[in-house]
């Protein structure tokens, strides 16, 4: 204990300026992340749209994210990495005040677009802005401090706005209880844009500003044609399944909770709340797990582990046993996501690696899109919990095809090691 405390002591003695003021910005993004997450489907409901419009929001939103990528990376490595983050968060904030408060339909899906565009910025430059900031030794220590403070701040967002929202009915209707959260949330990301101009430093200037636009375009697709073959194709192929499978349920477990069991916002709220502290809670037990068990071992076991909770949340049993199988399904889902992420970068060589990250993060999201129409058209032409037999059999294969892919790897270690 003594030990781990000096590390964090170490790491925020010697923290760069620039890694505490992104640090902020991921705080108030995150926050919003929750208040989207526990109360727009249900907001949107209350509203009158059904459940294939909301999943068609919700898909639009996330293929703003896949298709947004590409631009972003190029925009970020060309110009300045401040310029397009700022640039990305009031695109996100104007964007979503526009879906939150128009309540026409195609406006509503062109600002859906423009909002997973904007928050592309944020998921895109995170990993470079504090890599390129953070000496060497305090790097894993970094990015383990910007996942705890997501999942502390998805924790806090859920538990207040989802009880803010239920006060607030008191006095309002449900319509607008709902509304004025989302949108006091959304201006959370002015806060943001605030930090974001202190922003300094060589380290969030342009690295390829006098390399002309085509070869910028070239150099990407000359790395991502290497990816589609072998054991990288397969990986891929996984991860658009289990992209596939999530769509179709997590971004409509809050209205499934909501209509399925008629929670209040409030309790809502707290399970959402919960099933992020197991992911928290999960993300540390991983590690000593996988040294014991094996890496490969470790998430298949977690993913295999995770069906039974899922299959148990399929059928509505009171609000205690599906907090309690969220609880594990979430946690044992994300949990191995560091240890996945690890392994893939090691089936593909030095050179192509950032491509590799970005080529998963465009392979979830764009199937994830997918995943959320295809869940919204399930439950509104047969039930909430038609699309958790779907995401089971996604879940099923896509485990399959990963211990394929890297059944060896944990083998090849313990050669190296004698």
Partial sequence: MRAALKVYYEFFKN??????????????????????????????????????????????NTLGVALGAVPVA???????????LITG???????????????????????????????????????????????AEHRVTAFSMAFVLQNIAFVLGSLVLGHLSQYLTATSSAVEANRLVLNGATSLIFIAVAIALKFN????????????????FSNII????????????????????IGLGAGMIVPFFSMYLKYSLSASDGVVGNIMAISQVGTVIGGLVVPPLAKKLGRVNTVIACQLLSIPFLFSISFPQGIVIITISFFFRSSLMNMASPIIGSLAMEIVEDQVRTYMSSMVSLTNNLFRSVGIYFGGVLMFNFSYNTPYYWTIGCYLIGTFILYNVFKNVDKKDSVKCE
């Fill in 89 to 135: 968060l009031l695109l996100m904030v104007f964007s979503n005040l526009i879906v939150l408060n128009v309540q026409v339909p195609l406006v509503m899906q062109v600002f859906a677009f423009t909002f997973g565009i904007g928050n592309s910025t944020l998921m895109i430059l995170q990993a470079p802005i504090i890599y390129e900031n953070t000496p």
């Fill in 222 to 241: 000359k790395g991502y044609k290497k990816l589609l073959t072998g054991k990288t194709l397969l990986y891929l192929v996984q991860v658009s399944l």
């Fill in 201 to 216: 430093g060589s380290k969030m200037e342009s690295c390829q500003r006098d390399l002309p636009l085509v070869d910028s």
């Fill in 74 to 84: 190029i925009f970020a490595e060309r110009l300045n990495k401040k310029v397009t």
């Fill in 15 to 60: 923290i760069s300026r620039n890694v505490k003021l992104y640090m902020g910005i991921i705080f108030f993004a995150t926050v919003v992340s929750s208040a989207y997450n526990v109360l727009f489907g249900i907001y949107l409901k209350n509203v009158g749209f059904n459940e294939a419009f909301v999943g068609q929001i919700l898909s639009i």
